[in-house]
Antibody, heavy 118, light 107 residues
Framework: EVQLLESGGGLVQPGGSLRLSCAAS????????MSWVRQAPGKGLEWVSI???????LYADTVEGRFTISRDNSKNTVYLQMNSLRAEDTSVYYC????????????WGQGTLVTVSS | DIQMTQSPPTLSASVGDRVAITCRAS??????MAWYQQKPGKAPKLLIY???SLESGVPSRFSGSGSGIEFTLIISGLQPDDFATYYC?????????FGGGTKVEVK
C-alpha cells in the first residue's frame, strides 16, 4: 500500500522560510515523479512543483525562484524548501505521487498546513 | 500556460441522478485530462485520466469523455458517497493546472 506522510508545516512570518518533507513507502520511489500540490483555505487545487524520476525540477510561476524541490531516493523522501514566504502561500500542502507514464496524481498524502502570518 | 474552466461551480442533485460536469481548456490538450474527487478535510482522489480511462478501484458509474478543449465527467446514478467537490486537471504540459472545482451538493 502506498503511503505518503508530509511533515514540516506550521506558522511562519512573512519573508520567512520553511522546509516540508514527504516520506514515501509502498512503492519503488526512484521510479516515480513526485509533486507538491497546495490548497488555500476554502479554495481549489494548485500544482506547485514536481521532481521527475529522471531528475528534472519544475515549478509553477507563482513559486519559481522562491521554492526548491529536491528528493533523496536513499531515504524515499521528497522535500520542498520554501523561502521568502508570503501570506498568499498559506495553504495545505499535499505531497502527490505521479502515476506511471502520466503526470496525474494517483496517491496523495494527508497534507500539512502552512500559515504565513505576522 | 493552460487555463482550465470548470462548470457549474455548484450542482444540486439527488441520489440516482445522472450528473455532468464540464471542463474547458484554454488550448487543445488532446486527451490529457484527469478528474479528481475531494471530500472536506481529505486529499483528492484520482477518478479518471487520459480523458476516459478509469482509475483502478473507481466505480464504473464514473465516466469521462472529450478531447481537444472540451471534456465531461459523468456520474451515472449518483450515490450518497458521491457528494463531494470534483476537479479537472490537464496533464498535457507544464505548468500543470486544475479547474476551479464543482461542488455536488444534496438537492
Amino acid at each position: 500500500e502506498v503511503q505518503l506522510l508530509e511533515s514540516g508545516g506550521g506558522l511562519v512570518q512573512p519573508g520567512g522560510s520553511l522546509r516540508l518533507s514527504c516520506a514515501a513507502s509502498g512503492f519503488t520511489f526512484k521510479n516515480y515523479g513526485m509533486s507538491w500540490v497546495r490548497q488555500a483555505p476554502g479554495k481549489g487545487l494548485e500544482w506547485v512543483s514536481i521532481f521527475t524520476e529522471s531528475g528534472t525540477a519544475l515549478y509553477a510561476d507563482t513559486v519559481e525562484g522562491r521554492f526548491t524541490i529536491s528528493r533523496d531516493n536513499s531515504k524515499n523522501t521528497v522535500y520542498l524548501q520554501m523561502n521568502s514566504l508570503r501570506a498568499e502561500d498559506t495553504s495545505v500542502y499535499y505531497c502527490a505521487k505521479s502515476a506511471a507514464a502520466n503526470t496525474v496524481f494517483d496517491s496523495w498524502g494527508q497534507g500539512t498546513l502552512v500559515t504565513v502570518s505576522s | 500556460d493552460i487555463q482550465m474552466t470548470q462548470s457549474p461551480p455548484t450542482l444540486s442533485a439527488s441520489v440516482g441522478d445522472r450528473v455532468a460536469i464540464t471542463c474547458r481548456a484554454s488550448q487543445s490538450i488532446s486527451s490529457w485530462m484527469a478528474w479528481y474527487q475531494q471530500k472536506p478535510g481529505k486529499a483528492p482522489k484520482l477518478l479518471i485520466y487520459k480523458a476516459s480511462s478509469l482509475e483502478s478501484g473507481v466505480p464504473s458509474r464514473f465516466s469521462g469523455s472529450g478531447s481537444g478543449i472540451e471534456f465531461t465527467l459523468i456520474i451515472s446514478g449518483l450515490q450518497p458517497d458521491d457528494f463531494a467537490t470534483y476537479y479537472c486537471q490537464q496533464h498535457n504540459k507544464f505548468p500543470l493546472s486544475f479547474g476551479g472545482g464543482t461542488k455536488v451538493e444534496v438537492k
